[in-house]
């Protein structure tokens, strides 16, 4: 645990000069010797200062902050919680609007360092109750807005629609439209990983809306267009989700912003589901793409190059050697899985196309699966009516029945009755009117 060092002077509170001359050299080592800037930091952080003494007080600000950024740098998550925890003893001497500043932006960092350290959403709580007790309306609602995105991406959705369905009705009745935007998008992800697709648009348009109203900086706009590229592929709707998803890796890029790899490997994803994987090379060959080429784009390009050889067992090669990165992204496993099943039943049904009568051993080893996984999907595709047949498991084999086609006489023939019909009614309402 990060103990505070306290300075070794003969008074018990450091001179002004002193404090500056410590930030210094602290700012000088920041690049060249980042543990030894961080001792000094955290020793200007843990001086108590004079009543009134402004010079002091504003060191000691600017220390927080500059020792936030140095952990955060550093990678060094759990210093960091503390600092947060220490410095909420220090804030009274700040003003309010400097105060709510400072906490807002350690917890950014703290958060943004995805350091699973188990004490994020203690850590969050904390501050919030901090918040309510300081009578910080705003802070408040600012983090608990970072609660509600901490908890979408741990996957807790239940706690997430709680804290954000409170924050929403409050945030409407003010005129804060952008952490609006940001709640109410937070919402739509949160539907989306609990499967409600019908209500996840419904909050992504109420965003939009919003969004419409007010400036978006890039980094909002392009997650915007990032969820919506999402639910346009949950939809099967491919064609939108590619242009989404190419609007969103612009708005990521121009940032430098994490997520953009993760646009560009959803469209790709596209273009493999809308069987085009020949057009994966060109787009990986631009220009913005070069820069990143990693891991996440290698699954694609096997993926499409899986796809387009139509090879069931260089697809099921491919997800065990990238299963890591496929499972661990709910969107690209979710439509693998369903590449997996049509690219299936494909083969199968060319497979079994010659055949009235053919052994499911036979169909196994020239697709090259197990027997038992052929089985059920064989069964599958029989119940979902993508051919007529039957499976007789005592003598392993499966029967393909002729589909026999519709006789367009019998159908002129019920159309022509239940016209007859109609003419028969119209008659017998025209006599029953006469007499």
Not at 140 to 165: F, I, K, N, P, W
Not at 341 to 351: G, K, P, S, Y
Not at 359 to 379: G, M, T
Request: aromatic share 6%; charged share 30%.
């Amino acid at each position: 645990k990060w103990q505070l060092h306290r300075c070794k002077t003969s008074s018990t509170k450091m001179a002004a000069s002193t404090i500056s001359e410590l930030f210094e050299e602290a700012d000088a080592l920041s690049k060249a010797d980042p543990d030894k800037a961080i001792e000094r930091f955290q020793r200007i952080v843990a001086e108590d200062l004079a009543e009134g003494d402004a010079e002091g007080i504003k060191i000691k600000e600017m220390s927080i902050q500059a020792l936030g950024k140095l952990l955060s740098k550093q990678k060094r998550a759990l210093e960091l919680g503390e600092l947060i925890q220490v410095s909420r003893g220090y804030l009274n001497l700040f003003s309010k609007a400097k105060a709510a500043k400072l906490v807002r932006e350690l917890v950014d960092q703290f958060l943004s360092m995805d350091a699973s350290t188990g004490m994020e959403v203690e850590l969050c709580s904390e501050c919030i109750e901090w918040a309510k007790q300081e009578k910080r309306t705003f802070l408040r609602q600012a983090l608990e807005a970072r609660l509600t995105a901490l908890y979408v991406e741990m996957d807790s959705c239940t706690e997430a629609l709680a804290v954000g369905g409170n924050l929403l009705k409050e945030l409407k009745k003010i005129d804060d439209k952008s952490l609006l935007v940001e709640v109410q998008l937070l919402e739509s992800r949160a539907f989306q990983k609990i499967g409600n697709i019908t209500k996840a648009r419904a909050s992504l348009t109420a965003a939009k809306t919003t969004a419409n109203a007010i400036y978006c900086p890039p980094k909002l706009q392009a997650s915007l267009d990032l969820q919506s590229g999402v639910l346009h592929a949950e939809e099967n709707d491919f064609k939108t989700a590619f242009s989404y998803f190419y609007e969103a890796f612009e708005g990521y890029d121009s940032i430098d912003h994490p997520l953009a790899p993760v646009s560009l490997k959803y469209m790709l994803l596209c273009k493999i589901m809308m069987n085009n994987p020949e057009e994966i090379q060109s787009i990986l060959s631009g220009k913005l793409a070069l820069k990143y080429s990693g891991r996440q784009l290698d699954v694609m390009n096997s993926i499409a190059q899986a796809s387009k050889n139509r090879s069931v067992h260089e697809f099921e090669k491919v997800i065990g050697e990238y299963r890591d990165s496929i499972e661990e992204d709910l969107v690209v496993k979710c439509h693998v899985e369903a590449l997996k099943d049509t690219l299936l039943e494909q083969n199968l049904c060319r497979i079994i196309e010659p055949y009235s009568r053919v052994e499911v051993a036979h169909i196994a080893r020239l697709i090259n699966l197990p027997l038992a996984d052929v089985e059920k999907k064989l069964s599958k595709m029989i119940l979902d009516k993508q051919f007529s047949g039957i499976l007789d498991q005592g003598l392993g084999v499966l029967v393909v029945f002729e589909e026999n086609q519709e006789n367009e006489a019998y159908k002129g023939a019920l159309d022509t009755i239940k016209g007859m019909g109609e003419v028969v009614d119209n008659l017998y309402g025209k006599v029953k009117q006469i007499h």
